[in-house]
């Protein structure tokens, strides 16, 4: 789940990505069972290529996909997972 967004990087400045959206894929890849560190892998890139970030906003809407371009002041968006019994990593 997305906590917050750096004020000026590609996910803040698209007005597209909120606090309180489950990060389902990048670019393809579930990312519902990989480690934060696996997730911030998949996120960073070059400077100027294009990630895309498959969202969902609340339980009853449609997973959407939110294509950013990577910027050198790429901050990743604070992210936390939490476990199928409610745990918070």
Known sequence: MIESMAQGGPSHASGQVQ???LLLEVDDVDVRTLSLKDIQTEIIGRTGTQVTLTLQRGKR??????????????????????????GVV
């Open 19 to 21: 606090a309180g959206d």
């Open 61 to 86: 809407n449609s997973p959407h996909k939110v294509t950013l371009t990577r910027s050198e002041s790429l901050a990743l968006p604070a992210l936390f997972m939490v476990t199928r019994d409610g």
